[in-house]
């Protein structure tokens, strides 16, 4: 069965320093590559999204991913971090083994920004 | 330009009680889904649809219907609410089988008691 993990669960980090926050998927072929995050107490905001070619992708607000194939891996990374990136971020990936709108969504990784 | 509307943002349920979970969009996107959020296990869909008249079955559907007579709707039933379904619902929708990411609405947190 296709899956989505996340390498932590919780990271806590202060600000200014530099975030990585790890997905890996279990699909073979073709996939759609997606982060969202969710603030605290609202709904889920897309971050980026990879479809194809370069495989360094930005976002909003200063983050970006890099997708490795080989890897089957999409991290998440922000140079700097801020208070205000505290939320959760959750990983999604739709890959052609999937009919219609299935995307699965990795279990979530909760980022806590300490001032 | 609303997005996905959601009603109501709180709810609190006895087992055994039924409701329906009403959910919007204002985008004329034929892809919707509902989708519960539990503590730890991210987001899973209950069901889907891929435009008026056809739904079909996500990871977790017992316990939930779905209809979709008009693009814009997508209510989520609960036929007879129990405990274990206490969680975050969320509606999202997209254009093309969510490929170009979803939009999602603000979320129904349902508690059953």
């Known amino acids: 069965a296709q899956s989505v993990s996340q390498h932590n669960h919780h990271v806590i980090l202060s600000e200014a320093a530099s975030l990585e926050l790890g997905c890996n998927y279990s699909y073979g072929g073709t996939v759609n590559l997606f982060w969202y995050v969710q603030y605290p107490g609202q709904h889920l905001q897309l971050l980026l999204k990879y479809f194809s070619g370069d495989p360094l992708v930005k976002g909003i607000k200063g983050f970006e991913a890099e997708f490795i194939k080989s890897k089957f891996s999409f991290n998440l990374r922000k140079p700097s971090v801020q208070w205000s990136d505290t939320a959760e971020y959750f990983c999604a990936v739709k890959g052609p083994e999937t009919s219609y709108d299935k995307v699965i969504f990795g279990p979530g990784t909760s980022l806590s920004v300490i001032p | 330009n609303a997005g996905v509307t959601q009603t109501p943002k709180f709810q609190v349920l006895k087992t055994g009680q039924s409701m329906t979970l009403q959910c919007a969009q204002d985008?004329?996107?034929?892809?919707m889904s509902w989708y519960r959020q539990d503590p730890g296990m991210g987001l899973r869909l209950i069901h889907y649809?891929?435009?008026?008249?056809?739904?079909d079955q996500g990871e977790v559907p017992n316990g939930y219907n779905v209809s979709r007579s008009t693009t814009e709707d997508f209510p989520l039933r609960l036929l007879s609410a129990a405990p274990s379904q206490t969680s975050v619902y969320f509606c999202?929708?997209?254009?093309?089988?969510?490929?170009?990411?979803?939009?999602f609405g603000s979320g129904t947190r349902l508690t059953v008691v």
């Open positions: 999202a929708s997209s254009y093309t089988q969510g490929a170009y990411g979803y939009t």
């Open positions: 985008m004329n996107h034929e892809y």
């Open positions: 649809s891929v435009g008026a008249g056809i739904t």
